[in-house]
């Protein structure tokens, strides 16, 4: 099993920026993807971000794309989510997920979970 190691977040004012950073680490090659979720109080999580491990393809969230990027570098087993003019209504919980392949998905508990890092922005 894949295990994932989450760090970069914060409080940071509305409009400025992070930059976080999962490592993972075991058996990497059964990866697809690597997603980056959210979860705020009273919300349902998101996936905010996800980038395919071997092809690097990306895909957003409506409610972060333009401000969010998302990337990897596989020679150190990290995914990176770049975030830009943030706003408070990106306040939550970030964490990092594996997707493996087909027939498995985000949700069916395949996957692996790091333990989360807070973001805070403020007004």
């Known amino acids: 099993q894949v295990q994932l190691v989450e760090s970069g977040g914060g409080l940071v004012q509305a409009g400025g920026s992070l930059r976080l950073s999962c490592t993972a680490s075991?058996?990497?090659?059964?990866?697809?993807?690597l997603g980056w979720f959210r979860q705020a109080p009273g919300k349902e999580r998101e996936l905010v971000a996800s980038?395919?491990?071997?092809?690097?393809?990306?895909a957003y969230a409506d409610s972060v794309k333009g401000r969010f990027t998302i990337s990897r570098d596989n020679a150190k087993n990290t995914v990176y989510l770049q975030m830009n003019s943030l706003k408070p209504e990106d306040t939550a919980v970030y964490a990092c997920?594996?997707?493996?392949?087909?027939?498995?998905?985000?949700?069916?508990?395949?996957?692996?979970w790091g333990q989360g890092t807070q973001v805070t922005v403020s007004s």
């Open positions: 997920a594996t997707r493996l392949p087909f027939p498995l998905n985000w949700y069916d508990g395949s996957g692996s």
């Open positions: 075991g058996p990497t090659f059964s990866i697809y993807a």
């Open positions: 980038i395919t491990w071997s092809g690097g393809t990306t």
